[in-house]
């Protein structure tokens, strides 16, 4: 199977996944995305875009548009049902995120690697709260959608033609990151379980 083609499952499949998350943050009190870190998202999928894309990246980067999309309707969703006080934690994430976009507008056009990692630290900050959250209250999180987004970043990886740090080094992180979520969710429902 081409690149290509295994780049446009990918896209399909990330943003299917937004569909099953917007019905159950729509129709599923328990379901309550975490803003600050659908904002660290928004924020790091806008910048890796635009520098994946100018690095050459093409593939890598159309997920990340992918990403952007979906992750404003969350966003715009979650102002009705998550809190808007951030806490300290939130807030340093949030700061974080901010000198990713500082440090990628600083060094796009001269060094794309500095700016990759400025963002995958940031994306790490992001995940993190819902790594957390998906262990400690896996039902505050919709497992299809995670599962749909597990799927899309493996065809992502996949579809990667040249495997150096630029190229497939954000991609790689972005499915470790959704495992790690997938995994927290289901060892939060089977820690549920045993303390019944």
């Not at 995670?146 to 065809?155: A, E, L, Q, R, V």
């Amino acid at each position: 199977m081409k690149s290509e083609t295994f780049t446009a499952i990918s896209i399909v499949l990330s943003v299917g996944a937004y569909l099953p998350y917007v019905r159950a943050i729509l129709t599923d009190p328990k379901v309550v995305p975490n803003l600050a870190g659908w904002f660290v998202w928004w924020l790091v999928d806008v910048c890796m875009a635009v520098a994946l894309w100018s690095a050459g990246a093409h593939s890598s980067a159309m997920m990340f548009m992918a990403f952007t999309a979906g992750s404003t309707v969350v966003i715009l969703l979650s102002f009705k049902k998550s809190e808007r006080s951030f806490t300290l934690a939130e807030k340093m994430y949030i700061g974080i995120a901010i000198l990713g976009v500082i440090l990628w507008q600083i060094s796009a056009d001269k060094n794309p690697t500095i700016s990759v990692i400025a963002n995958v630290v940031a994306m790490l900050m992001g995940g993190l709260p819902t790594v957390k959250k998906s262990f400690f209250t896996p039902q505050s999180e919709d497992p299809l959608t995670w599962s749909i987004f597990f799927c899309g970043g493996m065809f992502n990886t996949l579809g990667i033609t040249k495997f150096d740090f630029v190229n497939a080094g954000a991609t790689l992180f972005v499915w470790g990151l959704q495992s790690a979520i997938l995994i927290a969710l289901y060892l939060g429902v089977r820690r549920e379980k045993a303390s019944r």
